[in-house]
Nanobody
Framework: QVQLVESGGGLVQPGGSLRLSCAAS????????MGWYRQAPGKQRELVAT???????NYADSVKGRFTISRDNAKNTVYLQMNSLKPEDTAVYYC??????????WGQGTQVTVSS
């Protein structure tokens, strides 16, 4: 059974940092591309960052230079280091396969709130 479990969210002041984790089980993790998505209230879910099996990465323009996606295949885990956080980064963050791949069942997500 495939399971994605996100963690690491919280409340942080503007300019602060958080590191999100996504633990995957039930899939051959090392050969899969993985992505981080986010959904803000009243908005559609959007792709934030992607990391492929060769460790190449892509980022949305809104987070480029501030967020870093990484992976640890030994732990079946993908991370999102978020620096210089802004109020507009407030959202529920999810991990999943990247667009174009067969999506897995969505996890519960982890809430990130950026506020003073």
């Amino acid at each position: 059974q495939v399971q994605l479990v996100e963690s690491g969210g919280g409340l942080v002041q503007p300019g602060g940092s958080l590191r999100l984790s996504c633990a995957a089980s039930g899939i051959n993790f090392s050969i899969k591309g993985m992505g981080w998505y986010r959904q803000a209230p009243g908005k559609q879910r959007e792709l934030v960052a992607t990391i492929f099996s060769d460790y190449s990465t892509n980022y949305a323009d809104s987070v480029k230079g501030r967020f870093t996606i990484s992976r640890d295949n030994a732990k079946n885990t993908v991370y999102l280091q978020m620096n210089s956080l802004k109020p507009e980064d407030t959202a529920v963050y999810y991990c999943n396969r990247p667009p174009g791949a067969t999506l897995l069942g969505w996890g519960q997500g982890t809430q990130v709130t950026v506020s003073s």
